[in-house]
Structure formats: C-alpha cells, structure tokens
C-alpha cells in the first residue's frame, strides 16, 4: 500500500510561494503543475485559489502518492495527475498558466530546453508561467549551501544541476516570454515570473 508522501521543502516554501501566486494566478482560470511531486503544494495552492482550475502532472510513478493528497483534500478545482514527461509530443492543452517548483535542477538541460520551449508554443498570449527553485547568477552560485546542493546533484546525475539565470532567460525570450518578477524566496531559491508576450 502507498503510504502519503511527505516533502518538509514543500511545508516549508509553500506559504511564501503562495503569496507570489495569489497576484500572479489572480487572473488565471486552468493552471498546469509540472512535476506535481507528493502532491502537497497542489493541495495548498488550489485550495487558495479556488478561482483556478489546478492540473496536476508527473511521471506515472508518482502518479499514487499524489492521488492520496488529491483523495484527502477532495477540492473540486483540483485535477488527478496526467503523466507528463516534457519531452514527450503529446501535453495536456488548454491552459493559461503553468507552475513548477523544484524540476529545473533535477531534469536534464535538454529537458529544460524542451519544457521552455513547449511552455511558449502552448501559452496563449498573456499567459503565465511561474517557476520555483535555485538559480545561479552571472555564473555565481548565491550561497555555499547552493554550491554544495550542486556538488550533490551532479554526483547523483552529472545532468542535474543549478542552471544559470541567464540562460534559463534567454530560452524563455526565445520562446517569447518575458520576466516580469524575479522573487526572492526563503532557502536560497527565487520564484521567476514570465508573461507569455505575442
């Protein structure tokens, strides 16, 4: 029997996140979650939010766990997980809106490529997308405990790791979003806001 997953990083951030989205979001009516995880940040966020339709999204193997948060909260506005792998053709459609936390320094920089570049062409103009997690600047780790959880990453997958902020905005002007908010949040990470430009 799957037992409910539990992420204290998602205790954690999730309050001050929240606080980011509910002027972010505050316009928005479906929003897709890439990399949903346990589950729990769904479960705060669209409880918050109950203007919003919330989609859940992960690889299958995380699909039950999630579904025990989803099950407990019972939210009307909350969506059962799709498998998405964002290198994969098909995506789930339809949505102004996306959020990930904590997926940019664990998937392969081919994978981030793609998940940006997927973001932009499916977004309508306008649309939203808010992104959680440790990023470098001009090169620069911003802490000791930034560069050791990269140490960290690499040893466990030498395609993992913290991306470079610069890069990270050139993929998205290429796909045609634009910064409109640079957060900082606790624990050394930053909450980037992009607006979907035509």
């Given at each position: 029997?799957?037992?409910?997953?539990?992420?204290?990083?998602?205790?954690?951030?999730?309050?001050?996140?929240?606080?980011?989205?509910?002027d972010?979001?505050s316009?928005?009516?479906?929003?897709?979650?890439?990399?949903?995880?346990?589950?729990?940040?769904a479960?705060?966020?669209?409880?918050?939010l109950?203007?919003l339709q919330?989609?859940?999204?992960?690889?299958?193997?995380n699909?039950a766990?999630?579904?025990?948060?989803?099950?407990?909260?019972?939210?009307?506005n909350?969506?059962?997980?799709?498998?998405?792998?964002?290198?994969?053709?098909?995506?789930?459609?339809?949505?102004?809106?996306?959020?990930?936390?904590?997926?940019?320094?664990?998937?392969?920089?081919?994978?981030?490529?793609?998940?940006?570049?997927?973001?932009?062409?499916?977004?309508?103009?306008?649309?939203?997308?808010?992104?959680?997690g440790?990023?470098?600047?001009?090169?620069?780790?911003?802490?000791?405990?930034?560069?050791?959880?990269?140490?960290?990453?690499?040893?466990i997958?030498?395609?993992?790791?913290?991306?470079?902020?610069?890069?990270?905005?050139?993929?998205?002007?290429?796909?045609?979003?634009?910064?409109?908010?640079?957060?900082?949040?606790?624990?050394?990470?930053?909450?980037?806001?992009?607006?979907?430009?035509?």
């Open positions: 029997m799957t037992e409910k997953p539990f992420a204290p990083s998602c205790e954690n951030n999730k309050t001050p996140i929240l606080d980011i989205l509910l972010a979001f316009d928005r009516t479906l929003v897709l979650e890439i990399g949903s995880g346990t589950g729990q940040h479960v705060h966020f669209a409880a918050a109950p203007h919330w989609q859940t999204s992960d690889l299958e193997e699909h766990g999630i579904k025990l948060w989803l099950e407990e909260a019972a939210l009307d909350l969506h059962p997980p799709v498998e998405l792998d964002v290198t994969q053709a098909d995506w789930p459609e339809g949505f102004d809106a996306v959020f990930t936390a904590n997926t940019t320094h664990i998937m392969p920089w081919t994978a981030v490529i793609e998940m940006i570049g997927r973001i932009g062409e499916q977004l309508p103009n306008g649309g939203v997308f808010c992104q959680y440790p990023f470098n600047y001009n090169g620069e780790f911003t802490s000791p405990s930034n560069a050791g959880f990269d140490r960290w990453l690499k040893e997958n030498p395609a993992r790791g913290i991306r470079d902020f610069e890069a990270v905005e050139q993929l998205a002007n290429k796909a045609g979003l634009r910064l409109v908010a640079d957060h900082a949040m606790p624990a050394n990470n930053r909450l980037l806001v992009w607006r979907k430009q035509g």
